[in-house]
């Protein structure tokens, strides 16, 4: 798909706009500015942006939604954005099901509604150790699931990818197996970092980014932040996940960011952020290790790797 120059959001127009959108908070306690999104601002994003370093810069918008991983349109970094105009991400609604009190098919419109939209600007670490930071626009995953209402026996989450062959290329090849699936504790699940994201710099999320909706969770490795998602399923017991089922040695179900645990083929130790020619040292928990490091708390992060 190609990219639009007035898509294209500079880091300077941006942030003049965040400066607009505080000082529009401040004054009339209202925002319209939300990606074309029907939900209101919240200003406590301003504590989620503050953990980032001086010297963590955004990302473009074109290195954002041009260099993907999103193998349902190929395994090329420039595949999920070449590959992915075909995909029709509205109308949209979410399967509810599972452990819980109120099992439904939720309208995306009708969620977005009941939500709030914030922005956070997180960082992103693949696993094969490359990263981002990408300013998202989202909420937390905490809301979709008070209106789940989960019952006491739901100890995990799953998350599952939509299956369209026919608007995703890769799946009609066995590249992984299909569709995409990844899960969350509950604990990990409604921690407030944790967000369901529709846009970016502002911008409803691009098919390649996994529109119209997809999870990011910072602190984890990037492929458990699930895109395109069509169901989330409370359940009782661990559930399954692509990569870790795929490769169990080398993608474990609780993937955070550990600079001190190698992947078998190559060290965590460091990153190449993307837009940059020094690696960079990687931090534990992707940065968020005093936010999250309680999760883990007497677990052994070799083993649950
Ligand atoms: N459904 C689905 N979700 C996915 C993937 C995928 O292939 N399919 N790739 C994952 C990986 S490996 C990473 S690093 C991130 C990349 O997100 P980005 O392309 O928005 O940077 O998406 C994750 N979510
Ligand atoms: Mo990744």
Request: glycine share 6%.
């Amino acid at each position: 798909m190609k990219i639009l120059p007035s898509e294209i959001t500079s880091y300077t127009n941006y942030l003049n706009r965040r400066k607009f959108i505080k000082s529009s908070i401040a004054t009339a306690g209202f925002l319209g500015f939300s990606g074309g999104l029907e939900a209101n601002h919240n200003s406590n994003q301003d504590v989620y942006n503050d953990q980032l370093d001086e010297n963590d810069f955004l990302n473009s918008y074109e290195d954002i939604t041009t260099y993907n991983n999103f193998y349902e349109f190929g395994m090329g970094k420039s595949d999920p954005y070449k590959n992915s105009g075909n995909f029709k991400p509205k109308p949209w609604s979410i399967k509810l099901e599972g452990l819980i009190n109120n099992p439904q098919d939720i309208d995306l419109e009708k969620l977005l509604q009941k939500v709030t939209i914030e922005d956070r600007v997180y960082r992103l670490r693949c696993v094969e150790a490359w990263s981002m930071v990408i300013p998202w626009q989202g909420f937390p995953l905490s809301e979709l699931i008070k209106i789940a209402d989960p019952l006491s026996s739901a100890k995990f989450i799953q998350f599952v990818t939509v299956f369209r062959p026919d608007e995703m290329p890769g799946q009609k090849k066995r590249l992984l197996s299909w569709p995409y699936v990844e899960g969350l504790r509950m604990d990990e699940a409604t921690h407030p970092l944790t967000i369901l994201s529709t846009g970016l710099y502002g911008h409803d999320l691009l098919n390649q980014s996994g529109a119209p909706i997809r999870l990011v969770v910072p602190w984890k490795y990037g492929f458990k932040s699930i895109k395109s998602i069509s169901s989330i399923r409370f359940v009782d017991k661990q559930p399954e996940a692509t990569w870790s089922m795929m490769a169990p040695s080398e993608y474990g179900f609780y993937s955070n960011v550990n600079n001190l645990v190698d992947h078998p083929r190559w060290s965590q130790g460091t990153e190449r952020r993307i837009g940059e020619f020094k690696r960079r040292k990687t931090l534990p928990f992707n940065g968020y290790e005093e936010e999250v490091s309680y999760l883990y708390k007497g677990m052994d992060l070799r083993k649950y790797y």
